[in-house]
């Protein structure tokens, strides 16, 4: 299957920066929400908000998951960015804390179908030689383009001399939620993925879009694309598949994988929402970072993990899955337990504290990405974009529900000593599903989808355990 252009590419990866954009910004504006005159959160209520958020996106995923596979990758995610244009401009609107929440949660629901059905859309586009670095790359650095956008656009709306502090925290959101109707545009230009097509009896359809892009290939790049000898399967005409039958594939003949992507998931989202939903308020309670500084600390923490999927992503295709996947979750987990210890004896400065979080992850961006990346490799066509949502539900229900909320009430505890032992659970749940990808994760490097999962309305089937 040829590469889908960059056009393309980036119409697909603007879910990322949506998503960073929104973790960021939340957390550079926390500061600002909890000093605003009509709302004034506690650090209670900021986690709870940033729970709703991931709420949202837990039940949101599987939803639209399930449609994207009935109804085709390319029209759910055009649906799921419309929802998330409406919600978070309304959230920049929020009269007090339960019109916020409702407004975030829808926020999250809207980006949870986005991640269902992009991560399919992108896996099915992509040569089998190029998948593992394509797919960390987008989600990785796509989503700290995000971050760091948020962080600086921080920034620029809590600047007292343009903006008055309750009306810059809402210019934000209003703002990012702007920015996605000019994606909708450029997502007009994506092709539905040929695979679906083919499975859902519309083979012509797929042969034409196929044709395109290797017509484009090839006038680019001045070459003709070789034929390739590639095993042939067999689809059934008219095949319907049932939530039965989806339900079975999943969680008995791919059992063994269904856990390995629970874990991945579960532990990622722990780590990666606790602190960034937090991290301002680690800024301001313990530095003493005025709110509207904290955009510079974030800045440099967003660019600097951008750099770890990027540098890393190739190897997920050369030195293999399982390796790269376990060293990536164990290299974080350990940094992460490390740091938290150094900031609980205070030795930390700000700054400090920022350049080892860039450094956790470096490693940890890029062993998260790689998590969507199993899941979209695990499981069959058909349901391929129900199982990423339904993996990225209960992983991000695990471990990203709990982790702002555990940590907002360890920050309003205002001891170092207790918001150590959140950094302790979460760098020993980054070692464990470092242990069990050692034992359970899949050689995927270099493989056809079909190969790895056979289609569930493939002649013969496939019983992968």
């Known amino acids: 299957m040829g590469p889908i252009s960059l056009t393309g590419h980036i119409a697909l990866g603007i879910t990322w920066i949506l998503d960073g954009l929104e973790v960021t910004l939340v957390g550079s504006l926390a500061g600002a929400i909890n000093e605003s005159p009509i709302l004034r959160f506690t650090p209670t209520e900021i986690g709870m ?78 040569p089998a030689r190029w998948r593992g670095f394509t797919d960390v790359a987008v989600n990785g650095s796509f989503w700290l383009v995000g971050a760091a956008l948020g962080a600086a656009g921080s920034i620029v709306v809590l600047n007292p001399r343009l903006l008055d502090s309750d009306v810059g925290w809402r210019a934000a959101f209003v703002i990012g939620g702007s920015l996605g109707c000019a994606i909708l545009y450029l997502r007009r230009f994506v092709p539905e993925s040929p695979r679906w097509l083919m499975t859902h009896d519309r083979p012509e359809e797929a042969e034409k879009i196929v044709a395109e892009v290797e017509r484009g290939i090839a006038s680019r790049h001045n070459v003709s694309l070789p034929l390739h000898d590639l095993p042939r399967i067999h689809i059934q005409r008219h095949h319907r598949i049932g939530l039965v039958h989806v339900a079975h594939a999943l969680f008995v003949n791919h059992r063994r994988r269904a856990f390995l992507g629970l874990t991945l998931m579960a532990t990622q989202a722990f780590c990666y929402n606790a602190v960034f939903f937090t991290y301002a308020l680690i800024l301001t309670k313990f530095y003493n970072i005025p709110a509207a500084q904290v955009g510079w600390f974030i800045l440099p923490f967003a660019l600097g993990s951008l750099m770890g999927p990027l540098i890393l992503g190739r190897f997920f295709d050369t030195i293999g899955r399982k390796t790269m996947i376990s060293a990536t979750y164990a290299i974080s987990g350990v940094l992460l337990t490390t740091t938290g210890f150094l900031f609980s004896t205070g030795v930390l400065s700000a700054t400090m504290q920022t350049v080892a979080w860039t450094g956790i992850f470096f490693f940890a961006s890029a062993g998260a990405s790689a998590a969507y990346l199993t899941v979209g490799e695990s499981f069959p066509l058909e349901a391929r974009a129900l199982a990423i949502g339904i993996f990225y539900a209960f992983g991000t229900a695990a471990g990203g529900i709990s982790g702002p ?59 992968q355990r």
């Open 405 to 463: 909320l555990v940590f907002g009430a360890l920050i309003e505890s205002g001891q170092r000593s207790e918001i150590l032992w959140g950094y302790v659970f979460g760098g020993g749940l980054m070692v464990t599903a470092a242990i069990v990808e050692i034992f359970l994760g899949i050689a995927a490097e270099r493989r056809p989808l079909e190969e790895l999962a056979v289609p569930l309305s493939c002649v013969g089937g496939g019983e």
């Open 49 to 126: 908000t940033a729970s709703a958020y991931i709420a949202g996106a837990v039940l949101g995923a599987p939803l639209f998951g399930y449609l994207t596979d009935r109804l085709g990758r390319k029209r759910l995610f055009t649906v799921t960015l419309g929802v998330y244009v409406v919600a978070t401009i309304l959230t920049g609107i929020s009269w007090n804390f339960w019109s916020f929440v409702v407004f975030r949660f829808l926020t999250g629901a809207s980006i949870g179908g986005e991640y269902a059905a992009i991560n399919s859309a992108i896996q099915e586009f992509i």
